[in-house]
């Protein structure tokens, strides 16, 4: 029998792992810990990344908001600035610049000339942050196709470039929007502002002649047609002694027993929409002293928005001795009243052979830009009652036909009276070559001229066909001359030589600013007719046979 001999071995735990293991688990970790390194670097990146961006919406949303607070006009960039500029984001070949805001063909820029204070400059900003420099470029363009509103583009393009630097790579954000000319605050006043009484009326100016120590009235009608307001109406300039009324019997006379509302400037209270028209009447007594031709304008404005324009009508008022018959005083029986002189008759016309018209066709219209609205035709007056103008510096113009005259007999306009139309010689003759009106537009709509208006006159050409320069502009009582917004010239070339005939002659009038120009509340227009030519022309107007008109667009 065999014996055989077992050993049995145990571990005591003290032997540990091998190399191998080692290695591997070692391996294993280090995988794990670039992974997550790599994994929070990448967050990180993110995270920046999202704020950079997040802040540059800031200052894309902060650049429209600055944009938005200007007034649009103000809304454009420094001429300086985009003179300057090396931004290759702007093409600088053309004129105006161009830039191409990514909505299709590159626009026009919009800018104000150097020293604005109001406008983008610069157009470049920087911005430092704790996440770094951003720079923003704003630009403000006009669409093609943008019509032109009042001298301004109806719409303008706003454009924000934000541009920034992250670990080397340049990112950049960009956002558009359209501007347009909106009104804001509180609404603006409508209402109208009408004269309603019983003078007799020069254009659209109402005129009276009254004797020393009389009166004088002028009524007015108030329509509010906006929101709740009360309107301050004043005289100007204050001469003493005017008086508001309210018109009672609405005929614009003052009437014994009438309420007085205020002296020469006074507030009507609110008044609301659609309260229906509010009358009233300026009334003042005529000192016995005052003589001569004053004008009153008389305005009615806002008192919320007072720096909103008033709205006026000037009234004429001419005193003289024996303007209108007076009350004879009762006979006693030691004095004998003296009568009132009469006024005194116009000049007798004794008609010579130079009244004839010519046939002629329809007077023409003139033309207007973005829709503009025609008045009525202004027709040409003479301007003083008895037909001769020889003295007056200018005549009226107005829609208005109860002042035209029937006759062309009673109707001439200088020392001649045989002669019916007004004598103008050569152009070198000074101011004898000159006809002038002045009149202003109707202040309750009318208040921006646009486009080409036509002037038709009436002319008799002894020695051959004139030049004739009609020339419009608004008039300065202070400087006694006009800025001239349009002229034009034509030759009456139908008009043939040694005719006694009148032959009528039509002048266009291009306005030089092609956006139209505004007449601002209070100013009075001109109408300037010059003979250029080395000759004598006379000019018929005023009377129902020769209607002599000035066709404008107006709004």
Known sequence: ????????????????????????????????????????????????????????????????????????????????????????????????????????????????????????????????????PYTVKRYVTVPAGTPTVRGLPAVKRLTVVVTWKNYSKTHVRRAGTLITNTRRGLPLPSYTWTYNGPAPRVGEVPTWTKNPSTSVDYGFVLVNKGARDSWALTTTPAVPGWTWYRDANQNGLYDTGEVALGTSSFATGLIEAGAGPFHVVAHRDIAASEVGTTTTSFTAGSVSQPAYPVKFVNGTLTVFTGAAPTATPTPSATTTPTPTPSPTPAPACTPGTSTGLATSGTMPVGTANGGYDFTTPLRLYNGAPDGNTTTLASNTLGTSTSLLQSSVCNFSTDTQTNEGGRLLTSSGSGTAGVAEWRFQPASDVQDQFRGTAVLSLWVQCPSGAPTLTARLGTYSTSTTTFVEQGSGTAAASGCPAASSQFHRVDISIAISDSSGFNVASGTTQRLAVRLTSNQQVRLLYGTTSTPAQLSIGMK
């Open 1 to 132: 029998m065999k014996a055989h001999l077992r050993v049995r071995v145990e571990r005591t735990g003290d032997e540990g792992f091998s190399l191998a293991e080692t290695l591997v688990a070692l391996g294993i970790a280090v995988v794990a810990l670039l992974s997550l390194l790599g994994a929070s670097i990448f967050a990180l990146r993110s995270s920046v990344e999202g704020r950079q961006n997040q802040l540059a919406g800031d200052l894309l949303n902060g650049a429209f908001e600055e944009a938005r607070s200007l007034s649009y006009s103000a809304l454009a960039l420094s001429t300086a600035d985009v003179t300057a500029t090396t931004d290759a984001g702007i093409d600088k070949t053309v004129t105006p610049p161009l830039f191409d805001p990514g909505e299709g063909p590159a626009e026009p820029i919009s800018m104000q000339a150097t020293g604005a204070s109001t406008h983008l400059t610069p157009y470049i900003q920087q911005k430092s942050t704790a996440s770094g």
